[in-house]
């Protein structure tokens, strides 16, 4: 059986059994272009697939399914959905639980032994040959959470994931600020980055408050640097490395290098990498591993 | 004129920032440039409070805070030693240079060493220069206009 | 019709870089962007378009309206109306076109936005024509076409040896390179064409307001607002004080606007916290109804140009095209 039938057998055994209200997975839209798909209904689960450029992170509309009135208000207890997640996206699921985002028996986790998503897919950009760097460089393809697994699970050998970063470690202060600074200019304020991010979940985003107090509202190279480098300082010891972010950006900036710069810092002072287990980061915690 | 710094500094009330009173009344000379701030713990200084200071002209940051297991709020100072070797990283990543933002432990009763950390850290802030961080163009057009000049 | 050879050309434009500013297609780290070039070698010649529109040419993500000084009792405001002149060589038909909807209302409609009409005048477009229209592009079928000179001042057709000019305005009859050129030879060639979506004319719109098109489709919209900032057309702003370094005993603000977007959660959101727009659903509709239903009934042109940006940017694939299929099918089914 092929992973599309899979998932739709899963889907519509746990549809017709109500045992979720809504299955989160990958459909194909008429272009041609893969995205995701909310599918309520057993007849409906033939619209589901797997393919080499699902990339999108699903767990990312685990809030607006179990949260459908906000962060501050509780969580809706009798919802239960489930979610088509990669090896990255179920290291997601874990953060969310050890963050209190969800709980994790609202989620059903189909988790899929994933072989690496495209460059440029979800976009019509993708060549279907050439992975995403992130896939290059990914040590575990078997999600580290779920409750039905499809596929086989895989080892892999771990690679290095250092060298862009030692690239621009070697650079000088004043040719790293550059780098950056050519980058950050390019930046709109569209905020996908922080919209496509499951972990960033504060309601009003610090960044986008209506006084100006941290950040102005302009498209100044001070304002966006501030974003950008506030946004990876909040996602330390929290970013799971799924590069959504670099992804959905429309000016190709390359966040995901601030993001693992920060995951190797946090692993290298804690030895903790986010979303393991359902653990949060020693970063954000105090000696006893219990909020104070 | 010679370049002198301006540096900012975040003290904790219970230990640093009276430190630095000491340092007063017992005649110690200490740099000038320090611009100090009282906060009620180093726990409070949140990263984007240091940000904001190099964002608008800091030349260095100095945060000091009690030493660990001496924190009024038992592990306030906990979580700055967490913070700061992150942010710290961070901003060197993005181009910053390391020696010009420092976290240090001063307690009430260190008048000498406040006096001491202040004008190393002066010291090594003047020799550096003025910061390059701000943008002060401001509109992206005017430093883009810089940028491509110097290419 | 006059034809410019290739080194013709990038002798004009080699001038025009040194007369002037010249704004062109450029390669920013891997990223086609509207840019102030040096020289015609640095211009990009083989694209569809580039990421963001020739919008931010003239309606900029961030433009200072105006400063604000206070000393003691006295408040002092000073005006910050852009000067300087341009020219824009590379604009393609869609984003021209996107000058008719942006004129209705900053030009057209009182009150007239100076910082908007000044820039218009101040800046001279020279349109280069599609000879095929890309993957996502439907300008046909929002009444536009690849070589539609629109809007341009210029506009310039790649022949067999070289491109044929298309004189529109006097303000590009000025512009022209000082030397003679030749007269052309033969036809210019069509523009290949891909196949029109359909166009729900206004009245099919309103009947589909209460519709569940809506919250189904926009379920997956991430509320971004990528849509918005590379729409050529997309002209929402905010605007707001904020404050200046200042001398002691003075202060200085300076006040500026911004793009926004109706995608973004708070755009609609009032004093109180109360937002009319909360859903993403309400959102979605929000942008396809103003395009072709609000817009238009307002100001008179369609807020759309075609021009496909939105369908290849969107990270989650709402396209543009598939809610004008979906709408007509709506319409079809409950006229």
């Known amino acids: ?292 | 004129m010679t370049y002198e710094p301006r540096i900012i500094g975040f003290l904790c009330t219970w230990c640093s920032y009276t430190g630095a009173d000491l340092a007063g009344t017992a005649r110690l000379q200490s740099a000038w440039n320090l611009r100090s701030i009282r906060v009620p713990c180093s726990g409070r200084v949140s990263p984007e409070l240091i940000m904001k200071a190099f964002d608008q002209g800091a030349d260095g940051v100095l945060v000091l805070g009690c030493h660990i297991g001496e924190c009024h709020y038992d592990n306030g100072n906990h979580r700055t030693a967490k913070r700061l070797p992150v942010l710290h990283s961070l901003m060197e990543f993005a181009g910053l240079e390391p020696e010009r933002l420092r976290l240090g432990w001063v307690s009430a009763s260190e008048g000498e060493r406040f006096a001491r950390i202040v004008n190393e850290f002066t010291d090594v802030v003047r020799e550096l220069g003025p910061c390059s961080w701000q943008q002060n163009g401001h509109r992206p057009q005017a430093v883009r206009a810089i940028l491509e000049s110097e290419v | 019709m006059q034809l410019i050879s290739h080194s013709g050309l990038a002798t004009w434009l080699d001038h025009l870089a040194q007369e002037t500013t010249l704004i062109a297609p450029r390669n920013v780290d891997g990223v086609l962007l509207y840019r102030p070039v040096q020289s015609s070698g640095d211009i990009v010649w083989d694209f569809v378009r580039p990421v963001l529109s020739v919008k931010e040419a003239f309606f900029p993500a961030t433009e200072r309206v105006l400063t604000i000084e206070k000393t003691g009792q006295q408040i002092r405001l000073n005006e910050t109306v852009p000067d300087g002149e341009r020219v824009i060589f590379g604009v393609r038909s869609c984003d021209a076109r996107g000058f008719l909807a942006m004129d209705a209302l900053f030009a057209n409609t009182e009150p007239v936005d100076v910082y908007y009409t000044t820039r218009r005048e101040n800046t001279a477009l020279i349109g280069l024509s599609c000879n095929e229209m890309g993957e996502t592009c439907f300008c046909t079928s929002t009444g536009g076409a690849p070589d539609d000179p629109t809007g341009m001042d210029l506009m310039l057709t790649e022949v067999d040896d070289g491109y044929a000019i298309q004189v529109i305005t006097e303000k590009g009859a000025a512009l022209l390179p000082e030397i003679t050129l030749q007269e052309l030879a033969g036809e210019i060639p069509q523009p290949v064409l891909n196949d029109p979506v359909p166009f729900p004319p206004m009245e099919a719109w309103p009947p589909q307001f209460n519709d569940a098109y809506w919250a189904d489709m926009a379920e997956r919209c991430l509320s971004c607002r990528i849509c918005a900032y590379v729409c050529p057309t997309c002209r929402c702003f905010d605007v707001r004080d904020e404050p200046l370094p200042a001398e002691n005993g003075s202060q200085h603000f300076e006040r500026i606007r911004c793009w926004d977007s109706c995608a973004g959660e708070v755009y609609r959101q009032i004093a109180g916290g109360h937002n009319p727009r909360a859903a993403k659903g309400d959102r979605m509709r929000n942008r396809f109804f103003c395009k072709f239903y609000y817009y238009p009934e307002q100001y008179g042109p369609v807020a759309c140009t075609g021009c496909g940006r939105c369908v290849d940017a969107c990270p989650v694939n709402i396209d543009i095209t598939e809610v004008m299929h979906a709408v007509q099918r709506l319409a079809e089914v409950e006229p």
């Open chain 1, 1 to 292: 059986m092929s992973y599309t039938t899979e998932i739709q057998a899963t889907a519509r055994d746990l549809l017709s059994s109500d045992q979720v209200s809504c299955v989160i997975g990958y459909e194909v839209g008429p272009r041609g272009r893969t995205r995701p798909a909310f599918i309520y209904t057993a007849d409906d689960a033939d619209r589901l697939v797997w393919n080499q450029n699902c990339t999108h992170n699903l767990t990312t509309y685990l809030h607006q399914k179990l949260r459908p009135n906000g962060y501050t208000s509780a969580p809706a207890e009798t919802e239960r959905v489930a979610i088509v997640v990669k090896a990255c996206d179920s290291r997601a699921i874990n953060v969310l639980v050890a963050e209190s985002q969800i709980n994790r028996e609202q989620v059903h986790v189909i988790g899929v032994a994933c072989d690496g998503v495209f460059e440029g897919a979800g976009l019509g950009r993708s060549d279907g040959a050439t992975l995403q760097h992130r896939c290059t460089e990914c040590g575990e393809r078997t999600p580290v959470t779920y409750d039905t697994l499809i596929g086989e699970p895989q080892a892999v050998d771990t690679l290095d994931s250092e060298h862009d970063l030692a690239h621009l470690e070697a650079m000088t202060p004043a040719e790293r600020a550059e780098f950056w600074l050519s980058q950050f200019d390019r930046c709109i304020r569209c905020y996908a980055c922080r919209q496509a991010c499951p972990m960033c979940s504060c309601p009003t985003c610090l960044y986008e408050r209506d006084d100006s107090q941290w950040i102005g509202m302009g498209n100044g190279l001070n304002e966006k640097r501030t974003f950008h480098l506030g946004r990876a300082y909040h996602l330390a010891g929290r970013c799971i490395g799924c590069d959504e972010c670099e992804r959905v950006c429309p000016v190709d900036i390359p966040i995901g290098l601030l993001n693992r710069k920060l995951a190797g810092e946090v692993e290298a002072a804690f030895g903790y990498r986010a979303g393991l287990e359902p653990i949060p980061s020693p970063l954000t915690t105090i000696l006893s591993g219990k909020e104070g």
